[in-house]
T-cell receptor
Framework: GENVEQHPSTLSVQEGDSAVIKCTYS??????FPWYKQELGKRPQLIID?????GEKKDQRIAVTLNKTAKHFSLHITETQPEDSAVYFC????????????FGIGTKLQVIP | GAVVSQHPSWVICKSGTSVKIECRSL??????MFWYRQFPKQSLMLMAT?????????EQGVEKDKFLINHASLTLSTLTVTSAHPEDSSFYIC???????????FGPGTRLLVL
């Protein structure tokens, strides 16, 4: 089955700096890669997703890149703000979110004011 | 749109009792619902996938007789933890997808504590 590895497990950045979280996946058939943000004690919220026919996608301060050949994808957050502090999960799926989604271990991001 | 609710939000029960958790899609029809378990500071581990009107598909290592899943309608799925034990204490989260949709919308989770 699919295996998603994520790093780093924790990340501290100064407010205004950029943060990068990297993930790799094992199943070359995976074609849908969502990223979720989970604040303490709350539900995961989708922040951005990308399909395998796209190399990069951007939404304001958040961008995701995908390298199908290397089977890795990354989340980039620019101009970080304290409210960006949360746990971020990458995930991979074959066929889309209505199919089984395998999550990474999560990255705890702390933005220091 | 795309709101998913769970009930109860937390539950404390005695060892050996059964606990039922409901997951509802409030403003859309959910063809597929997923049940996850999340231990503190860990990732979401998929327990099972349920499609309306059919039997749930359980992940390897998840006991289907212990974690009963029913998806009786397009807006409701239930997870029953039978004969709960302290090791079943965890955060249980459901998610749902629309027909033809890609995004999984998560419920707020249910925190279960078995004494």
């Amino acid at each position: 089955g699919e295996n998603v590895e994520q790093h780093p497990s924790t990340l501290s950045v100064q407010e205004g700096d950029s943060a990068v979280i990297k993930c790799t996946y094992s199943d070359s058939a995976s074609n849908y890669f969502p990223w979720y943000k989970q604040e303490l004690g709350k539900r995961p919220q989708l922040i951005i997703d990308i399909r395998s026919n796209v190399g990069e996608k951007k939404d304001q301060r958040i961008a995701v890149t995908l390298n199908k050949t290397a089977k890795h994808f990354s989340l980039h957050i620019t101009e970080t703000q304290p409210e960006d502090s949360a746990v971020y999960f990458c995930a991979a799926s074959v066929g889309g979110g209505y199919q089984k989604v395998t999550f990474g271990i999560g990255t705890k991001l702390q933005v220091i004011p | 749109g795309a709101v998913v609710s769970q009930h109860p939000s937390w539950v404390i029960c005695k060892s050996g009792t059964s606990v039922k958790i409901e997951c509802r899609s409030l403003d859309f029809q959910a063809t597929t619902m997923f049940w996850y378990r999340q231990f503190p500071k860990q990732s979401l581990m998929l327990m099972a996938t349920s499609n309306e009107g059919s039997k749930a598909t359980y992940e390897q290592g998840v006991e289907k007789d212990k974690f009963l899943i029913n998806h009786a309608s397009l807006t409701l799925s239930t997870l029953t933890v039978t004969s709960a034990h302290p090791e079943d204490s965890s955060f249980y989260i459901c998610s749902a997808t629309r027909w033809g949709g890609e995004t999984q919308y998560f419920g707020p989770g249910t925190r279960l504590l078995v004494l």
